[in-house]
């Protein structure tokens, strides 16, 4: 058989999917910058900004008010909002945390994946532009494995309560009691933060673990 046509070993190909994974691999300095969490709502967006990866608790935190106009101008209000807050921070942004929508929500459905859809957009296109977030890393999460992360398993919160309830007391348990007055859309941007900087640690260590790995082969 001819080399020019002759087919890749499974090997071969299994070393070409890790050198595209290596070259597709999020830049560990990116994700040690700020991290903004977004919890969308097609009324109320909760939003809440960390200053760096190492940091447990939320710099700022707050809820963007949309309540009336119709779904395109609530969404772009939302988006607007974002922007101003993005603008007016200090910190640099390296990542940006965003919940989806549940499948079957008590609000209607559209509703939810549009300003989802605006927001995951304008995120997106704050990591094409060149300035202050170079690299920016987007990622989205699932509520219900953000509730699995967050909410406590044990004790009578796992068996009592709502799940607003169960969410707020996993916050809280993470970050102490300051966090129980804040607005439950708040409580569920920080809930995805929480997620997110779980997340993102961890690519953070496994890099420096491989980092001292190849020093020490040196």
Same mark, same amino acid.
């Given at each position: 058989m001819n080399a020019n046509t002759k087919k890749n070993s499974a090997k071969q190909r299994g070393d070409m999917s890790l050198d595209r994974i290596s070259r597709k691999k999020t830049d560990p300095v990116v994700l040690q910058r700020g991290v903004l969490a977004i919890d969308? %709502?097609?009324?109320?967006?909760?939003?809440? &900004? &960390?200053?760096?990866?190492? @940091?447990?608790?939320?710099?700022? #935190?707050? +809820? =963007?008010e949309a309540r009336n106009g119709s779904l395109a101008e609530r969404a772009t209000r939302i988006r607007d909002s974002l922007q101003e807050i993005y603008e007016a921070c200090d910190w640099p942004?390296?990542? +940006?945390?965003?919940?989806?929508? =549940?499948?079957y929500h008590r609000k209607p459905a559209v509703e939810l994946e549009a300003v989802f859809s605006e927001i995951n957009t304008w995120?997106?296109?704050?990591?094409?532009?060149? %300035?202050?977030t170079p690299g920016l890393v987007v990622r989205t999460y699932n509520n219900q494995t953000v509730k699995a992360t967050v909410c406590p398993r044990h004790g009578e919160w796992a068996k009592e309560g709502t799940s607003k309830e169960k969410l707020m007391a996993g916050v809280v348990g993470h970050l102490g009691t300051d966090y129980r007055f804040c607005p439950e859309d708040a409580i569920d941007a920080i809930a995805v933060g929480l997620m997110h900087l779980m997340v993102i640690r961890?690519?953070?260590? #496994? @890099?420096?673990? +491989? $980092? @001292?790995?190849? $020093? @020490?082969?040196l």
């Open positions: 969308p %709502g097609s009324h109320q967006t909760g939003w809440a &900004w &960390w200053k760096q990866m190492e @940091d447990l608790r939320p710099a700022m #935190v707050g +809820v =963007i942004l390296g990542s +940006v945390a965003i919940e989806r929508p =549940i499948p995120s997106r296109s704050l990591a094409k532009k060149r %300035g202050p961890q690519e953070v260590l #496994v @890099d420096l673990l +491989v $980092n @001292d790995m190849v $020093n @020490d082969r």
